[in-house]
């Protein structure tokens, strides 16, 4: 059922391309279904888009796509960027950063005119916070890191045996999250953190959730 309202929410995120766009291409299981739709576009209605990847996972897989990629150093504006989300509340604060790549997201995002997410339905809650935050940072600041989160109320857990693109670290953290747009700035202002998966400055102004077979799309 999960997969089959990833596969929904993906897809139709797609027919928000339009020709000539310069597209951010977010990163994960839901987005890899955008990935396809888009490349079919682009074989079948011959689409000339120009995408920046947020990982070398969806830059490998739109690569085998045959989706044409760039970087932020040929284009800083970013009609539209598709990502998805580990949480949605009702106000489109979000968690992302299951996969580790929240870092590069947050700059694509904040690049964009645009910022669709797609999500399958269990993704939305009443409030963020069941999931617990990324939160990227340096190793060589490793001890202080985990003492200034416990301060403002964390618990973070390392995640093991992984290193982000940027050759980095990351803190699964579980916060109480009572005002989201607040935790995002305090978790970054700790010496070391390179960027948290709480993405309440960016929010998109559109989700598209996939319920099976079918999809919703909330706009703000
Ligand atoms: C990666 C992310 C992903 O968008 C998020 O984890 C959702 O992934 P999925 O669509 O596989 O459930 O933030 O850093």
Do not use: C, W
């Given at each position: 059922?999960?997969?089959?309202s990833?596969?929904?929410?993906?897809?139709?995120?797609a027919?928000?391309?339009?020709?000539?766009?310069?597209?951010?291409?977010?990163?994960?299981?839901?987005?890899?279904?955008?990935?396809?739709?888009?490349?079919?576009?682009?074989?079948?209605?011959?689409?000339d888009?120009?995408?920046?990847p947020t990982?070398?996972?969806?830059?490998?897989?739109?690569?085998?796509?045959g989706?044409?990629?760039?970087?932020?150093?040929?284009?800083?504006?970013?009609?539209?960027c598709?990502?998805?989300?580990?949480?949605?509340?009702?106000?489109?604060?979000?968690?992302?950063?299951?996969?580790?790549?929240h870092?590069?997201?947050?700059?694509?995002?904040?690049?964009?005119?645009?910022?669709?997410?797609?999500?399958?339905?269990?993704?939305?809650?009443?409030?963020?916070?069941?999931?617990?935050?990324?939160?990227?940072?340096?190793?060589?600041?490793?001890?202080?890191?985990?003492?200034?989160?416990?301060?403002?109320?964390?618990?973070?857990?390392?995640?093991?045996?992984?290193?982000t693109?940027?050759?980095?670290?990351?803190?699964?953290?579980?916060f109480?999250?009572d005002?989201?747009?607040?935790?995002?700035?305090?978790?970054?202002?700790?010496?070391g953190?390179?960027?948290?998966?709480?993405?309440?400055?960016?929010?998109?102004?559109?989700?598209?959730?996939?319920?099976g077979?079918?999809?919703?799309?909330i706009e703000?």
């Open positions: 059922m999960n997969e089959e990833k596969k929904t929410a993906g897809e139709a995120s027919l928000f391309v339009e020709d000539g766009m310069v597209l951010g291409l977010g990163t994960g299981s839901t987005v890899k279904y955008a990935l396809e739709a888009i490349a079919k576009r682009i074989k079948e209605e011959g689409l888009v120009v995408a920046l990982s070398k996972s969806t830059e490998e897989l739109a690569s085998s796509l989706i044409k990629l760039s970087s932020l150093k040929e284009y800083s504006d970013i009609d539209l598709i990502d998805g989300a580990d949480e949605v509340d009702e106000d489109f604060n979000l968690i992302k950063g299951g996969g580790g790549a870092t590069r997201e947050k700059i694509i995002a904040s690049a964009s005119k645009k910022f669709i997410v797609v999500v399958d339905e269990s993704k939305m809650v009443e409030k963020i916070g069941g999931f617990p935050v990324a939160v990227e940072f340096l190793g060589f600041g490793k001890r202080l890191v985990a003492n200034q989160l416990h301060r403002i109320g964390g618990d973070p857990r390392l995640r093991g045996s992984f290193e693109d940027n050759g980095n670290l990351i803190f699964d953290t579980k109480y999250i005002d989201p747009l607040s935790l995002e700035d305090r978790i970054n202002s700790i010496p953190v390179l960027e948290n998966g709480i993405f309440s400055r960016r929010r998109p102004e559109r989700v598209i959730v996939g319920r077979e079918k999809h919703e799309i703000k």
